[in-house]
């Protein structure tokens, strides 16, 4: 358990440090993964029509309700690794 929570603050850091910017769907998968990965699943109230970007978080976010932190830090972690960080 130890081991995956180190691994998981590695990946943060190495997505930090990513050569490029990612596109918008892979900023939303990482978003998604870390908020699971690290709160669970998705609370709170949905944000507004208008608020764009809050929204396609908080979707991308709630796509992920059930998976149990540990597997979205797995996830997380190996996506970060396929973006080549």
Known sequence: MADLEHRFEQAQR??????????????????A???QGSEGDVSGTKPGFFDFV????????AKLAGT??????????????????
């Open 14 to 31: 190495d997505v930090q440090a990513l050569p490029e910017r990612p596109d918008n769907e892979t900023l939303l998968r990482l978003y």
């Open 68 to 85: 149990a932190p540990d597997e979205a830090k797995k996830k997380y972690v190996d996506f970060v690794k396929k973006l080549g960080a």
């Open 33 to 35: 993964l870390y908020k």
């Open 54 to 61: 809050g929204t396609a978080k908080y979707e991308a976010w």
